[in-house]
């Protein structure tokens, strides 16, 4: 298979499973998980799962990489999200359709990616929950990459300069 080949076909298997599915009673409304997959589904390369993927296909184990290469996907999501606000960039457009705070607005928008941060651990914690050790790891690397140090203070505070 071909580099192009193979990129489709690792954004085909993110697009398939990326999607938040709201629980059967949402304490709620639908309109926070209309939101969050509003953004999660806007498009684009999907290059942080797909290069998580490629290391697996690299260094292959016995564990599924999709929850990591999501959750690494959810957390790139929040972080346009909250970059598009009007408190941050004031962009009304992400990848050629209204940024969430168009699309719903402003406080929705906020909500939507504050719920996609700790929906990223849940994901890491719940598929890994019989490798207790890779969960664990995994959050942590992820909660360091996403946070003051990182993304959200990388190049003192250029929050949506920097994943």
């Known amino acids: 298979m071909n580099f192009s080949e193979q990129l489709k076909s690792y954004q085909d298997l993110i697009n398939q499973h990326?999607?938040?599915?709201?629980?059967?009673?949402?304490?709620?409304?639908?309109?926070?998980?209309?939101?969050?997959n509003y953004s999660l589904n806007a498009g684009g390369k999907r290059l942080r799962p797909v290069l998580t993927q490629a290391a697996f296909d690299l260094f292959p184990a016995d564990r599924d990489p999709i929850p990591a290469a999501l959750a690494v996907e959810?957390?790139?999501?929040?972080s346009?999200?909250?970059?598009?606000?009007?408190?941050?960039?004031?962009?009304?457009?992400?990848?050629?359709?209204?940024a969430c705070h168009k699309a719903f607005d402003e406080a929705t928008?906020?909500?939507?990616?504050?719920?996609?941060?700790?929906?990223?651990?849940?994901?890491?914690?719940n598929s890994y929950a019989k490798?207790?050790?890779i969960g664990l790891r995994l959050c942590r690397?992820?909660?360091?990459?996403?946070?003051?140090e990182k993304?959200?203070?990388?190049?003192?505070?250029?929050?949506?300069?920097?994943?």
């Open 151 to 163: 993304l959200v203070g990388a190049d003192g505070g250029s929050f949506g300069r920097g994943w």
């Open 80 to 98: 346009l999200i909250h970059d598009d606000l009007p408190a941050m960039d004031d962009s009304d457009l992400r990848r050629g359709r209204p």
């Open 18 to 36: 990326l999607v938040v599915n709201p629980p059967a009673v949402p304490q709620r409304s639908d309109r926070l998980y209309e939101a969050m």
């Open 141 to 148: 690397i992820l909660a360091q990459t996403a946070g003051a």
């Open 109 to 125: 928008a906020i909500l939507a990616g504050d719920a996609l941060i700790p929906y990223a651990f849940e994901l890491l914690a």
């Open 131 to 133: 490798e207790p050790a």
């Open 74 to 78: 959810i957390i790139h999501a929040y």
